[in-house]
């Protein structure tokens, strides 16, 4: 449903289709921001779909407006000679009130189209069919949506370009870290077993998948920022994705880069375990992340995660779902109301269009030599800058049941991924017996909460916490602990 609802508004949203144009598909340059249970290729059709329409609807617009125009002057050019002035004249210009019937009756057409022509008969629960969503009009604009294709659904890289690396994934509800040493045997044991994240990944990826959840997804996936990609990383990851600076960043790396990545912990670009949770059609997806990073000496493992959401979809683009197949006359009626009401400013706009065209070509044509200089000199920022879903979605949840479900699936993901971690450290001979007895204070009140957590551990070989101030440092052995008040 979340496809669903956002091709119907990006055909009744003007903006919002426009935003997703110029911010998505017009930036040669940027990555996009995938988001989950989404198909980004299908809504961006119907969003050019909708800016064809509605600049079929805006040329006939500008001509009504050219002409009233010309109606004025001719009007008034009528009437100075016989009155000796140039002041307004009783009646109207000829032809003014037939072309704002004209006017009206084009914003009224392009309007039902839009509800009755597109959204009700194909973006219905009962007909949408992402197959069936409307061709590109230009070749090159098809071959554009088929490249995104190909990134949308297969890549394995997020390129971002603010501060929090998981765009596409919703607003960020909950942060949580701590340090565990690694290199401390426990009682039954004489020396701790050697282990690799990649076996800690795999073993946490099965048990996460072993859930059943209903619309789980789990992979890994590498967040960099796209103001590193020019020049802040190393050569061979930068040629891998940035194979061509004036082009969008590749975003699938082969597994063996994954691996490097995975046991370089302070690199700019970083695999994540990324779990999503789907429901309520797609409306709701709790995200999980969390990555584990061993420190240089292999003697304590950090462990760091986020919980995200993405909320329902704004309310006002669920009226697919409560549209006719044809309008009642109170509906039509109310369509003609606001198509009235409508008219003026859209003929005004219009009219400004027309001296604003040569504006905005020279401003397009500066952004894209901006851009292209940038590029030369390696200061671009590559990373997506908006997410299509985030944008779209409603502030707050619809119904109770969705609040409880987030926290339901979050906290049940973040407690398995935690069981999983002791036991594979466990299997591996590492004492954990402190970070057992600690277990059920991070259930209940630490770090699995519903994002006001704080856990601070104290006089501890753990520290943990959303925003935590205790900074563990360890040494080989267990010994030469050092803890740090900030």
């Excluded at 409307?134 to 971002?160: C, I, K, M, S, Y």
């Excluded at 880069?257 to 700019?268: K, Y």
């Excluded at 969390?290 to 950090?302: E, I, Q, T, W």
């Amino acid at each position: 449903d979340a496809t669903r609802y956002l091709c119907a508004a990006v055909q009744l949203d003007h903006e919002l289709a426009k935003q997703a144009i110029e911010s998505v598909f017009d930036e040669p340059h940027r990555a996009v921001a995938s988001s989950p249970g989404v198909d980004l290729v299908c809504v961006l059709r119907y969003a050019l779909a909708a800016r064809s329409r509605q600049v079929t609807a805006k040329v006939l617009l500008t001509l009504i407006a050219i002409g009233l125009v010309a109606s004025f002057v001719y009007q008034l050019g009528r009437t100075a000679p016989a009155t000796g002035s140039y002041g307004p004249s009783l009646g109207l210009p000829p032809f003014t009130l037939p072309l704002l019937v004209l006017a009206w009756a084009v914003i009224l057409i392009e309007r039902l189209t839009a509800y009755y022509g597109v959204v009700r008969p194909r973006l219905s629960r009962s007909a949408f069919d992402p197959a069936q969503a409307p061709r590109a009009a230009r070749p090159q604009d098809e071959a554009r949506l088929g490249a995104l294709a190909g990134q949308d659904h297969h890549g394995n890289v997020t390129v971002f370009s603010g501060y929090e690396p998981f765009i596409g994934y919703g607003r960020l509800i909950d942060s949580w870290n701590f340090t565990i040493p690694v290199d401390r045997p426990s009682e039954q044991a004489d020396a701790v077993l050697p282990f690799s994240l990649a076996e800690l990944a795999t073993e946490v990826t099965g048990a996460v998948e072993a859930l059943g959840l209903p619309g789980v997804e789990i992979s890994e996936r590498v967040f960099v920022s796209g103001a590193d990609l020019a020049q802040g990383l190393n050569p061979t990851l930068r040629r891998l994705l940035l194979p061509r600076p004036d082009e969008r960043p590749q975003v699938s790396l082969p597994p063996a880069v994954l691996d490097q990545l995975r046991e370089d912990g302070s690199g700019r670009a970083r695999p994540y375990l990324v779990t999503t949770v789907s429901g309520w059609g797609s409306e709701v997806v709790i995200t999980t992340t969390v990555r584990f990073s061993l420190s240089p000496a292999k003697d304590a493992l950090f462990v760091e995660g986020a919980a995200l959401l993405l909320p329902p979809i704004d309310r006002r683009h669920h009226l697919v779902d409560h549209l006719l197949d044809r309008p009642t006359w109170r509906q039509l009626l109310a369509h003609a109301g606001r198509s009235l009401t409508a008219a003026p400013g859209q003929l005004v706009r219009c009219a400004f269009a027309v001296i604003a065209f040569p504006v905005n070509l020279l401003i397009n044509a500066d952004k894209r030599h901006e851009q292209l200089r940038q590029i030369a000199k390696s200061e671009f920022n590559y990373g997506a800058r908006m997410s299509i879903r985030q944008t779209a979605a409603e502030s707050k949840f619809h119904r109770y049941y969705q609040q409880i479900d987030r926290e339901m699936y979050a906290k049940i993901v973040e407690r398995r991924i935690l069981d999983t971690l002791i036991d594979f450290l466990e299997n591996h001979r590492v004492d954990v017996s402190e970070l057992r007895e600690r277990r059920s204070v991070i259930y209940n009140g630490g770090i699995f909460t519903s994002g006001n957590s704080r856990i601070n551990f104290v006089n501890s070989s753990v520290a943990a916490g959303a925003g935590s101030r205790i900074r563990t440092l360890i040494g080989r052995g267990g010994t030469d602990r050092q803890k740090e008040k900030q």
